[in-house]
């Protein structure tokens, strides 16, 4: 008989599994999403912005005329929108996987414009300037990839990070939103050391990384994947389409570090769980002596300087 499990999060995981599976397994979980909505709703964007800004603002950093690279651009580009609205000089866009299509496109531009006033309080760009640069973002009746490159922001998917053949000390700032946290520890190391090389002097990378288990669907048990081993969550929890490395704010800052980085600004946002939400009984023993902010943090906000050369991975 088949087994159905209770926990909700499992279900989600047999059910990645069983899609990966299957031919164009990517392709479907993109249609899924289409259907349901979840490539991040207008109503998800305020985080990146205001944590993407707060990032840029508190390390006194401007995208003004800087040449961008994204790792994990995603469905919906809105990161690349604010910075293009805010004078980027040129924008990277990649993808491990190619998802972005015209109308999310389309949406998250609309989005922007329609948001201007509040955006431009956020900046120091009058609401007029943001509102005349997303004008001519809006993707017209031909190939919105073109139009955008025509533009200066070029999307590149499938990509892969961790062998880029891109032109060293190529770019400013090399960023991401919601995906270092997806991608596995051995590769990580390598697109810290790539990033190394692609920065130009005094470039600098800005990561903002989800470090919660986004399969838990309980607010309260969003560090739920730390009560397993390694090898444990490996077989039950993480599978080609949905992989978590749950990877700590520290082992983030010692990546940037070991691959010749300074960090000149990190903060770990908390979960905002009620008091006594943790139960440390319940944690691996990885975890278990961890700090509390290490282990009840939501979004750890990380940017760091180069300062050298890579000296770990080739
Ligand atoms: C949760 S989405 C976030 C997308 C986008 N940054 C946003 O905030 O809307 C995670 C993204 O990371 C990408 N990704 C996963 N593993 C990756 C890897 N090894 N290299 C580059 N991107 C990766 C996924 O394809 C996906 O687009």
């Known amino acids: 008989m088949f087994f159905v499990p209770q926990q909700k999060w499992r279900r989600r995981v047999l059910a990645y ?36 800004l707060q990032m840029l603002q508190r390390t006194d950093k401007s ?4 040449r961008i690279l994204e790792i994990g651009a995603g469905w919906q580009p809105v990161v690349p929108a604010l910075f293009y609205g805010m004078g980027a ?13 015209k109308s999310y496109v389309e949406a998250t ?3 922007c414009i329609d948001h201007a006033r509040e955006i431009a309080n956020l900046t120091s760009i009058s609401q007029d300037d943001l509102e005349l640069r997303w004008r001519k973002l809006l993707p017209g009746s031909g190939n919105w990839v073109k139009q955008w490159y025509d533009l200066g922001i070029t999307y590149k ?50 990561h903002n990384i989800h470090v919660y288990d ?14 397993f081993s390694e090898k444990e969550w490996d077989r039950i929890g993480n599978c080609r389409l949905h992989y978590q490395n749950r990877l700590r704010p520290s082992s983030y ?3 940037a570090q070991e691959n010749g980085f300074r960090v000149t600004y990190s903060e770990m946002l908390p979960l905002g769980l009620p008091k006594g939400s943790l139960d440390r009984a319940k944690l691996d023993e990885e975890f ?8 009840l943090c939501g979004h750890f906000l990380l940017v760091a300087e180069k300062v050298s050369n890579s000296t770990t991975i080739p």
């Open 288 to 295: 278990k002596y961890l700090p509390d902010e290490e282990i």
């Open 253 to 255: 800052t010692a990546l």
């Open 109 to 111: 531009v609309r989005y």
């Open 17 to 52: 599994k069983a899609i990966g599976y299957l031919p164009f397994a990517e392709k479907i979980m993109d249609v899924a999403r289409l259907l349901t909505g979840t490539s991040r709703g207008q109503q998800g964007h305020p985080a990146p912005i205001r944590q993407m």
């Open 89 to 101: 000089g040129s924008i990277l866009m990649t993808d491990i996987v190619k998802h972005m299509r």
């Open 157 to 206: 998917a499938p990509f892969d990070m961790t062998t880029s053949k891109l032109p060293m000390a190529s770019f400013d700032m090399i960023y991401s939103y919601s995906c270092m946290n997806y991608i596995p520890l051995l590769q990580l190391r390598k697109i810290f050391s790539e990033s190394a090389n692609l920065l130009d002097r005094s470039g600098w990378i800005a």
């Open 63 to 66: 995208v003004k005329g800087k």
């Open 214 to 227: 986004d399969l838990s669907s309980s607010e309260r048990e969003k560090w739920n994947f730390l009560r």
